[in-house]
C-alpha cells in the first residue's frame, strides 16, 4: 500500500542548514518513518511561521508534501520546545550530543519508534537534570540504549571469549568485541580496556532497569569519567569518527 503525497508526523528536530536564500533543509527523526530531510521553504524569512517551529530539538507537529527529492514542510506547531534546555548552556549541549548520536548512527526511512522514545524522553529528561551530573547520568543511560535499538548491544554477562560468565574483579571491555572480556581473555583483544566493577555494575543496572531506577545512583565523578570514556570510545569506534559535539562537551565540562 503506498503512502500519501501528503502526511501528518510529529518529529524531533535534529539540526538544520540554510538552502537557498530563504529555505532551510531540515534533518527531522519521526516516531515511524525515522529519520527524513525536508525542505523548509521560506522559513528564513522574516514573517515565515515556520522558522519558530524548526528550531533544533523542538517536538513540533508538522504537515509534508512529498517532493520528487526531498519533501517539504507545509505547516507546523510546536508541541514541546523544551524551553529549560535553551536555558542552560550545559544541558543544551547534552542535548545536541544525544540528537547528533541519532543523526550519526541512523539511515534515512526506517522505522525505529524505541529510539524515538528514548530520544523524547532524554530531551525532556535533560530539562528536568541538575546539578550537571544528573545530565551525565542521563547521557550514560541514553547511549546505552541507543546501542542496544540500533543493534549495538555491548555484552555484560559473559566473556565474549571463553563464554564464561564474569566475575567481580577487574575485567576488560573491548570495543572491537563489542563488550567485556575476562583478565584471562584480555589478551584476544590488545586494545581493550581496563573495566572496574562498579563500572561494570553500573553498566548492567543501566541495561536492565527503566530510567526512574536507574536515576537512583549517585556515581562519584570518577566513575562517571570511567562511564563515559568506555561508552565514548566504543561509539566513536562504531562510528569510525569522533562526535563533533562531544569535544565541546568536553570543554564545557572543565568550566563548570
Not at 536564500?21 to 534533518?27: G, H, M
Not at 522558522?51 to 508538522?62: A, M, N, R
Not at 517539504?72 to 547528533?100: G, K, M
Not at 566513536?236 to 568550566?255: G, I, P, T
Request: glycine share 4%; aromatic share 8%.
Amino acid at each position: 500500500m503506498s503512502r500519501p503525497k501528503v502526511y501528518q508526523t510529529e518529529a524531533i528536530i535534529l539540526n538544520r542548514h540554510r538552502f537557498g536564500e530563504a529555505d532551510q533543509l531540515l534533518v527531522l527523526y519521526t516516531p515511524h518513518r525515522g529519520k527524513l530531510r525536508a525542505v523548509a521553504k521560506g522559513a528564513l524569512r522574516t514573517k515565515s511561521k515556520l522558522g519558530g517551529h524548526l528550531e533544533p530539538l523542538c517536538h513540533s507537529l508538522l504537515l509534508l508534501a512529498e517532493g520528487k527529492n526531498l519533501d517539504i514542510v507545509t505547516q507546523c506547531q510546536t508541541i514541546n520546545s523544551f524551553l529549560p534546555l535553551r536555558e542552560d548552556l550545559w544541558h543544551t549541549s547534552c542535548a545536541l550530543y544525544a540528537a547528533e548520536l541519532v543523526d550519526c548512527f541512523t539511515a534515512e526511512n526506517l522505522e525505529n519508534y524505541p529510539l524515538y522514545k528514548l530520544l523524547l524522553n532524554t530531551l525532556d529528561r535533560l530539562c528536568q537534570a541538575s546539578p550537571p551530573q544528573a545530565g551525565q547520568l542521563a547521557l550514560r543511560y541514553f547511549e546505552l540504549h541507543l546501542l542496544n535499538y540500533i543493534g549495538y548491544r555491548p555484552e555484560l554477562q559473559v566473556c565474549l571469549s571463553c563464554q564464561q560468565p564474569l566475575e567481580p574483579t577487574a575485567n576488560y571491555f573491548s570495543a572491537s568485541a563489542g563488550g567485556v572480556l575476562c583478565p584471562l581473555c584480555r589478551h584476544s583483544e590488545p586494545l581493550s580496556q581496563p573495566l572496574s566493577v562498579n563500572a561494570l555494575k553500573v553498566l548492567r543496572h543501566f541495561q536492565q532497569n527503566t530510567y526512574s531506577t536507574a536515576s537512583r545512583l549517585r556515581l562519584n565523578p570518577q566513575l562517571q569519567l570511567e562511564l563515559e570514556r568506555l561508552l565514548r570510545s566504543y561509539i566513536n569506534y562504531l562510528l569510525e569518527h569522533q562526535v563533533k559535539s562531544a569535544a565541546w562537551l568536553d570543554r564545557l565540562s572543565k568550566q563548570i
